[in-house]
């Protein structure tokens, strides 16, 4: 067995923007490994998507498709994939780590009597095997998970671990594979999404992200980082503490018990900068940070800080901003 395969997520034809961060991470561990990295899409009517990924620095792009795999079923994705392993024959699956992942890919990598060592935010090579790191107690310690047993080896990718800007462009050639799939066997029947696309915030494919904390005292404060994040065309956010205190809605939450996100600016306005907010946007490209507490755990995280009261500076950066954009 030798490669790294990457099983991308799509939904409705649109990518899951993790799924290009993951890809990320197959390139490097196959460079480090001194193999290729190949990846997959799985759908119906996916001729799209396997052009756009041949673009990429890839050995091979698997465009599998079946017309039981037009809606997301985890007896589907996991009977197609594994049929696509066992002739592709990697060394290594990686996933990104998003909810449709979490319900197939461990009954996936059953199937090969392995684990799936999920939510992975790096690895290294140790004699020529990876070593795959994890976060543990919110991101309190790190742990190193070495792969056991035979190949192939199974591992999801936590989002913000890599940047999906890294991504080396390439050409690959596509390959179609139709697995044979038994409308029997897919016990479940996909139904509408349980939420509202039009009432879900999807935090993580924010560019820009404002985030609220304790500092800002009380519900009536709120529309004064509401104002900044507008003025900034961002999407506003918060710690646990202002969602438990239902000044805004737990969609709106950035933390290990909230959303997982990696903008290019993340924003944190009267945050303190408690471990459970860190893990949730450690992957931020440029971290600034507003608090009027100069040993504030946020500062040791963030690019760029302004020790202050934020009912001065948010006001006053707001103004600037306006003038910025005329």
């Not at 990295?37 to 498709?65: C, D, F, P, T, W």
């Not at 408690?274 to 690019?303: R, S, Y």
Request: proline share 5%; charged share 20%; aromatic share 6%.
């Amino acid at each position: 067995m030798s490669g790294v395969l990457v099983i991308m997520e799509q939904r409705g034809g649109a990518w899951n923007r993790m799924s290009w961060e993951t890809l990320v991470g197959g390139q490097q561990l196959a460079a480090q490994l001194g193999t290729a990295a190949s990846a997959a899409v799985v759908g119906q009517g996916i001729e799209a998507l396997a052009g756009e990924l041949a673009k990429k620095a890839l050995e091979r792009v698997y465009a599998v498709s079946h017309d039981l795999l037009g809606s997301y079923t985890a007896d589907g994705y996991t009977a197609a994939i594994e049929q696509l392993i066992r002739k592709s024959n990697p060394s290594i699956v990686l996933f990104p780590h998003t909810y449709q992942v979490r319900d197939f890919a461990p009954k996936l990598a059953t199937r090969f009597e392995q684990v799936l060592i999920s939510d992975a935010i790096g690895f290294r090579i140790e004699s020529g095997s990876p070593v795959f790191v994890r976060q543990l107690f919110q991101g309190k310690l790190n742990a190193d998970v070495k792969p056991g047993g035979a190949a192939p080896h199974f591992a999801s990718i936590q989002a913000g671990a890599f940047r999906a800007e890294q991504l080396e462009e390439g050409s690959a050639p596509v390959e179609n594979f139709a697995p044979s799939l038994n409308a029997d066997a897919i016990r479940a029947k996909p139904l509408e999404p349980f939420r509202e696309s039009a009432r879900a915030v999807d935090l993580t494919a924010a560019e820009i992200i404002v985030s609220v904390g304790r500092g800002i005292k009380e519900k009536e404060n709120i529309p004064i980082v509401e104002e900044l994040a507008k003025a900034l065309g961002a999407e506003l956010a918060a710690s646990r503490p202002i969602c438990d205190s239902g000044w805004l809605p737990m969609e709106r939450q950035v933390g290990s018990s909230g959303q997982t996100v990696s903008p290019k600016v993340y924003l944190a306005v009267g945050i303190s900068g408690a471990i459970q907010h860190l893990v949730g946007m450690k992957g931020a490209k440029t971290i600034v940070a507003i608090n009027k507490d100069a040993n504030a755990p946020i500062f040791e995280v963030a690019d760029y800080g302004i020790v202050g009261d934020l009912f001065e500076v948010v006001p006053a950066l707001i103004e600037e901003i306006k003038k910025a954009k005329g």
